[in-house]
């Protein structure tokens, strides 16, 4: 199964808010609300930010934020901060019972 | 404070086999691992239910990674076979329902090389 499509690369400036998506298909984003979205910055690993959409796990900011269209997943990022230059990736619940991985986007913080 | 510490990497010849552990605490939940190849992305490989009723692979590994647990000993096992160079990766131990991941592990690097 390939994995979702994410764009490669985002940036921002400090202060800036950038959107990051993330399109499937009918059969896992679009089908289900179960998408995430994981923080990992070099060598270390992801962290979970966002989970079923738009749900925040507890200690993760308010300035992250999730939301779904059809097909399409997007992260949006507001008040961007150094420390959010990061990968990004996005994850979901698939028909056939597996969880499937976007690309991952490098996001930097100009 | 949920603890996942991988253990078993190493470097091994195609062909060639391991078994990765991983100890973990608050052992009740359901558990994935997650590889990532050099410089690349995540890649689902595996998830067992709390209680070892339910397995998942990824099609790229079935048939040659089995995933287990001993809930006795809070240990997550894969045991993997018949190993390829694409096989190349940190593979981390991951705590959550089959939706999603919640708790990652360290993860420990598997290298298949000649």
Redesign the interface.
Known sequence: ?S?LTQPPSASGSPGQSVTISCTGTSSDVGG?N?V?W?Q?HPGK????II??VSNW?SGVPDRFSGSKSGNTASLTVSGLQPDDEADY?C?S?TVT????????TRLTVL | QVQLVESGGGVVQPGGSLRLSCAASGFTYGM?W?RQAPGK????VA?IRHDGSDK????SVKGRFTISRDNSKNTLYLQVINLRPEDTAVY?CARGG??????????TLVTVSS
């Open positions: 199964q994995a289900y179960y995430s994981y990992q690993a992801p962290k979970l989970y079923e796990p990736y994850s619940y019972n597996t969880l499937l991985f976007g690309g991952g | 994935h997650v992305g995540l890649e689902w998830f998942y692979y990824a099609d981390y089959l939706t999603r991941v919640d708790y990652w592990g360290q993860g």
